[in-house]
């Protein structure tokens, strides 16, 4: 058994990104067959069906409201023994097994399926093009390679004055982009901005930041959303009109990557996304048991028996 550092595990089967309708459907699905999996989430699930005043298409339960909906979901799962992991993804490496990276901590899971919804906000121009080259979205997972540097946070929550306040301490200038209108605070030293972000300026690394009546010299610029855009999550998913590709299994571009719900593109719909967590939940057991029959376990050793 691994152990356990802030709640979760070194390394499980599954992981799934996503406590919307097709995550907590997967959760529930991988629950029923007994598989060693974890559901990370939000503190809030699915704020769009919250927002709902009225669900007419979720069969057996004609004009429900979104939010009690919603809730009867939670409680389902929480019936069920399905605790969710407030647990935000910076980034994925590439498996299997895939390391899932978080602002302080990461483990490894041998499958993930991928329903973190829709991104209600678009890429920055330059974003995509100078991600990697002082384009981040975890200013304390990257802080000591801009010791001394100028940076930039652009932040969507208040969870990006933590990362300014902890910058603040390592770089010779920190700016902080606001895109929320509660109380911004932050450290003294921290320049508060109250512009909106035209474009990353770059040629080969990023050089500045422009906010239309005025352009930054930095060398980081980090974007702190609420949900992170899945393309930006992996390098080398494939994608298709901004929607992770996936085929009828659920499966993505990747082996033992799965996708569901809405960042699987349109229609986005309430009964489509529960149906496909159902599915890639199905799909992505089905792949955990050929790895172990491609791995044969001999059970009084604990070595893998080879294949001849």
Request: net charge negative; glycine share 10%; with cysteine.
């Amino acid at each position: 058994m691994s152990e356990e550092l802030n709640g979760l595990k070194e390394h499980y089967e599954l992981a799934i990104i996503g406590c919307g309708p097709a995550g907590l459907s997967a959760a529930l699905n991988a629950k029923i067959r007994n598989r060693d999996f974890v559901l990370l989430g939000s503190e809030v699930c699915s704020p769009k069906l919250s927002k709902a005043p009225q669900v007419d298409n979720w069969l057996g339960t004609p004009e429900i409201g979104g939010e009690e909906l919603r809730q009867r979901f939670l409680d389902h799962v929480m019936e069920k023994d399905i605790p969710i992991k407030y647990f935000k993804v910076t980034n994925i490496y590439p498996g299997p097994p895939y390391t899932l990276m978080g602002k302080d901590q990461s483990f490894e899971a041998d499958s993930v399926i991928i329903a973190t919804g829709v991104s209600a906000e678009k890429l920055f121009s330059g974003e995509a093009e100078l991600l990697g080259r002082g384009v981040g979205y975890c200013a304390t997972c990257d802080g000591p390679l801009y010791k001394d540097k100028q940076v930039a946070i652009i932040s969507y929550n208040q969870e990006g004055e933590d990362e300014a306040n902890y910058m603040v301490n390592i770089c010779s200038k920190v700016y902080y982009i606001p895109y929320y209108t509660d109380i911004v605070k932050v450290d003294s030293r921290v320049e508060i901005k109250k512009g909106k972000v035209k474009e990353i300026i770059g040629n080969q690394k990023v050089e500045k930041l422009d906010l239309g009546n005025e352009q930054l010299e930095v060398e980081g610029v980090f974007i702190l959303r609420d949900t992170l855009p899945a393309e930006q999550l992996i390098s080398g998913l494939e994608m298709e009109d901004s929607a992770i590709k996936v085929n009828h299994k659920l499966e993505t571009s990747m082996p033992g990557l799965f996708a569901a719900g809405d960042c699987t593109g349109q229609p986005y719909q309430l009964i489509k996304a529960a149906g496909e967590g159902g599915t890639a939940a199905l799909q992505a057991v089905k792949y955990l048991d050929s790895l172990k029959s491609t791995n044969p376990v001999d059970q009084t050793s604990n070595e893998v028996v080879p294949i001849h």
